[in-house]
């Protein structure tokens, strides 16, 4: 046998009076926010605020790009009307081209689709 002294292992009760209930891992231990403190109720309602004025103004952005999509929409279709098979792959070509459709098919996950 070895020299060593024994080590024995003490089995203790957790200490409840440090778990943070509001923690979203509900057992005392913390993350650090971006100044190095302790993440707080302050930091999760600072973050859903700033989630929600990022999305008024993705909604703004999105009805811009939609308005502007039809306004090139109807210049193309003012542009080459429906007489002949040329104007069509024209309307095509264009409307494929609008810098507000592929926008807004980019931001929508979507293919690009004819109107």
């Not at 209930?21 to 999760?44: A, I, N």
């Not at 193309?76 to 098979?85: A, L, S, T, V």
Request: aromatic share 10%; with cysteine.
């Amino acid at each position: 046998m070895s020299d060593a002294p024994e080590q024995t292992w003490a089995v203790t009760e957790p200490d409840d009076s440090n778990i943070d209930q509001f923690s979203p891992y509900h057992d005392g231990s913390m993350q650090f926010d971006k100044d190095g403190g302790w993440v707080s109720y302050d930091d999760y309602k600072e973050a859903a605020d700033h989630i929600e004025a990022l999305e008024a103004k993705l909604a703004k952005a999105v009805a811009g790009l939609e308005e502007s999509r039809d306004e090139i929409d109807d210049y193309i279709r003012q542009e080459y009307p429906h007489d002949n098979f040329l104007h069509e792959r024209y309307r095509k070509r264009d409307f494929s081209a609008n810098p507000a459709r592929t926008t807004l098919a980019e931001l929508k996950g979507q293919d690009q689709c004819q109107p």
